[in-house]
């Protein structure tokens, strides 16, 4: 097991927010966090991170716990996480100071090619858009090749059509490059388009409700009755008719 | 268009304004306000007898030895104090406390302090713009994104590399707002106090040319070098928001 989540429950103050969580993740497997705003996704993905020491429990990896914020696992965030003052391949080599130049200019060009910023090496966030910025932010997590990438509602500050071509992206990079991600979010349709199990949780305190495995192969169609009636089950799940 | 309105217009109106100016002075008969030319005409000979450039340098000296210390000074205390919140929570209300009383007001102390010498208004500028500098760069790291901390933390950055590659340039663009704030403040006090603690300098010039003989055409001809100089320097302060790494501070 890659990552193994075991009794963790966290408290801010009084204010209980995650209930004796287990979970456990595999070597190259994306899992999808969904639940309601507040339900404690995103504080057990800090505590993953080894951001947020847990109340009780703990998380380890590779067996090994997990003690604090290590480049071996990256934290994306919505795109506000790369460096303004940055040019697009100066934060890719952000994280790069460990390894030689060459290296450095290697793993540069890899990943500029790969999230598609080619031709953008030399410009600044602020000349992109915002799925440029967020595919910029996930290359420069790849760039250090982590084990592990945590995803906080990446897409969330994204249009409707960036966010699905996002997606596409995201599980074109995530198979080429297979690395574990935990991927949160509170969108059901993004989960059932991506995961390979789906991690339903409760409104808070967050307790897991349910873990579904999305059997079907990339790409996946979404007017497959299968997708369908797996998305509904994940809205009754939440306790959400999916009428508007 | 553009270079037309960013050179021609502000030429323009300042052209206009002088105009306006000669002609009030002319139509007015007034004895006591001089015209353009009458400011004019004093200032070169000032430059003739050689105080204008003595003046001048003088001021600078002052403004630049006292202003050049609290940017030394107050920009590691106010990162200092932006990293530590415990520290700035306890300093805080001193610093507040001194903030609203003007520079002005401790010349008395500067005087009895450092008598009639450069190091009375060097004393007061330094004042005026330690302050501003050290609240500003205090400000500015205080509200440096957590993502960027967050991120610097997980690619595993050690703490002097994390104020280096992160806190340093994610403060960078407010730092030359506040730096230009405070010469503009320590350029005000200049002047005025150099009309009390020193015998040179444009301060002095505007107060002597008055005392000594109405000679009004100084005085203005010493308002308008102060204003002239005081863009100038500004223009070249701000000439730093055009580099690349801070661009995305400051609106295009």
């Known amino acids: 097991m890659k990552v193994e989540i075991s009794a963790v429950s966290h408290s801010f103050g009084a204010m ?7 979970l456990t993740v595999s070597a190259g497997e994306l899992v999808v966090i969904v639940g309601p705003s507040g339900c404690g996704k995103s504080t057990l993905l800090n505590i993953a991170g080894g951001f947020t020491p847990p109340s009780r429990g703990q998380v380890r990896i590779d067996g090994e716990p997990v003690v604090g914020p290590d480049p071996r696992r990256i934290f994306v965030f919505q795109e506000r996480g790369v460096f303004p003052w940055l040019t697009v391949e100066q934060n890719i080599g952000f994280g790069l100071f460990r390894v030689t130049e060459e290296e450095r200019r290697r793993r540069i060009a890899h990943y500029v090619q790969l999230v598609g910023l080619s031709g953008f090496e030399r410009s600044f966030p602020r000349e992109l858009s915002g799925g440029m910025k967020q595919r910029l932010e996930v290359a420069r997590a790849l760039a250090v090749n982590p084990d592990v990438l945590y995803l906080d509602e990446p897409f969330g500050a994204l249009d409707s059509i960036t966010r699905l071509q996002m997606r596409r992206e995201l599980l074109r990079i995530w198979q080429a490059e ?9 969108d059901i349709d993004e989960s059932v388009q991506l995961a390979d199990r789906v991690v339903v949780m409760s409104q808070r305190p967050g307790r897991i409700r349910r873990i579904l495995t999305i059997d079907m192969p990339h790409p996946r169609d979404l007017s497959d009755p299968r997708y369908i009636a797996l998305r509904d089950s994940i809205f009754a799940e939440i306790g959400l008719a999916h009428h508007v | 268009m553009r270079n037309v309105e ?6 323009l109106f300042a052209g206009v304004l002088v105009a306006m100016w000669h002609f009030a002075v002319v139509l007015t008969a007034t004895a006591v306000f001089p015209s353009p030319a009458d400011v004019f005409r004093g200032i070169v000979t000032l430059a003739e007898r050689g105080t204008l450039w003595s003046y001048i340098g003088d001021s600078l000296l ?15 205390a106010g990162l200092w104090l932006g990293w530590h919140p415990g520290l700035a929570r306890a300093l805080n209300p001193v610093i507040q406390m001194l903030r609203p009383i003007s520079p002005l007001a401790w010349m008395p102390l500067a005087i009895i302090w450092f008598g009639v010498s450069n190091a009375a208004p060097i004393f007061l500028i330094f004042l005026a713009s330690f302050l501003p500098i050290v609240v500003s760069m205090m400000n500015a790291v205080q509200n440096v994104p957590q993502a960027y901390l967050q991120a610097a933390r997980n690619f595993g950055l050690s703490t002097p590399q994390m104020i280096r590659r992160v806190i340093f340039p994610a403060v960078l663009p407010r730092a030359i707002v506040a730096l230009r704030i405070a010469f503009g403040i320590a350029w005000i006090v200049l002047v005025a106090s150099e009309m009390i603690a020193v015998d040179s300098g444009l301060g002095y010039l505007i107060i002597d040319a008055r005392n000594a003989g109405m000679r009004y055409d100084l005085v203005v001809g010493g308002m308008l070098l102060i204003g002239v100089i005081g863009l100038f320097l500004d223009v070249a302060i701000r000439s730093a928001e055009r580099l690349p790494s801070v661009r995305w501070g400051f609106r295009e």
Not at chain 1, 178 to 186: C, D, E, G, P, S
Not at chain 2, 6 to 11: E, H, M
């Open chain 1, 16 to 22: 209980r927010v995650l209930e004796d969580i287990e």
């Open chain 2, 6 to 11: 960013r050179l021609v217009l502000p030429v």
């Open chain 2, 62 to 76: 002052r403004v630049g030895v006292g202003y050049i210390a609290a940017v030394l000074s107050g920009v590691p």
């Open chain 1, 178 to 186: 297979r690395k574990t991600i935990l991927f949160v979010t509170h």
